[in-house]
């Protein structure tokens, strides 16, 4: 675990702590399903080439949110000050910037609509700053694969919302949106993803 330097509020779980039954949930989910090719996929390779490397380099780490957030503003509130920590764990000029994960995870939530709610409202902010922000629960959300547009790959264990960088291939996430889209160009430029 590793508690913020200005705030001991603020602690992040990693792959060392398997003690904690959320935490071993969601790297075990993350291990056996983010990190491996699925058939449903519509191409070769893991769900999220990334998970692997984080997993490995323990970049991938786990915020359990305590207590039970009841409106979408309550979810994006609580993962604020992540984001900001985020940015100071992992400034883009670093070389394990792009394999850093944070898992904002809401075990005791379970009203699913306020995950995809709050990161509907919270996109924008995060994209600004050159970061995801991605909705994850047992719904699973709405949002289609975007090589098997049947199935629905934002499947998790725990309701969550996850934080990293955005990289080249994000620009199918943002085209419903061309401010964003002109963002994620802002970074990448038009190169093919």
Known sequence: MIVHPASSALRLFDAGDTDQPDVATLLDWAAEYLARPHPEL????????YVRRSLDRRRFYVNIVQGTPTTAAELAFAIRPFRDWFLELAPRDRPDSVVTTILN??????????VDEAQRALQAVFVKDGLMVGEFHDGPPDKPGLRNTRWRPLHSPVPLLA????????????????????????YFGTAPC
């Open 42 to 49: 519509g191409r070769a390779g893991p769900v999220c080439p």
């Open 105 to 114: 995870a809401f075990p005791g939530l379970t009203d699913r609509s306020l």
């Open 163 to 186: 934080i990293r960088h955005m990289v080249p291939t994000d620009l199918p996430f943002l085209t419903g949106s061309p401010e964003l889209a002109g963002i994620h160009r802002s």
